[in-house]
């Protein structure tokens, strides 16, 4: 059965590009969200099996919507996504409980290989 992913950016372009590498890539994109507020309702709502999730969002950031979604699921695989240059955010990322993160502009190839590895 394909990985199920939920999809997190305030860019709709972002979100595009991310479902673009994963869906030609067999994975299954079950949901989108353009802030923290509505990832945690759609992480309860979906039960994916991967978020991508990134950083700087209106309404809740990604680090404050991963510890929340941990609190539903200690179990939850989340891979942030940062701009360069947010180093100091992504050590509270992975702190907070992501698996990984990729930068942007997106590498199909390390989006591909951050996913592979956070699915396992």
Do not use: H, W
């Not at 991310?18 to 507020?37: F, P, Q």
């Not at 994916?48 to 179990?75: S, Y």
């Not at 509270?92 to 956070?118: H, Y």
């Amino acid at each position: 059965m394909a990985t199920r992913v939920l999809i997190v950016d305030d860019a709709a372009f972002m979100r595009m590009m991310v479902k673009d590498i994963l869906s030609k890539n067999g994975y299954e994109i079950v949901g989108e969200a353009e802030n923290g507020v509505k990832a945690l309702e759609k992480y309860q709502e979906l039960k994916p099996d991967l978020t991508t999730m990134d950083i700087t969002m209106p309404e809740m950031d990604g680090i404050t919507a991963v510890k929340e979604i941990k609190k539903l699921d200690p179990n939850a695989k989340v891979i942030m996504c940062s701009a360069m240059g947010q180093q100091a955010m992504v050590v509270e990322a992975i702190q907070a409980g992501a698996r990984d993160f990729i930068v942007k502009p997106f590498q199909p190839d390390r989006v591909l290989e951050a996913v592979r590895k956070a699915v396992g």
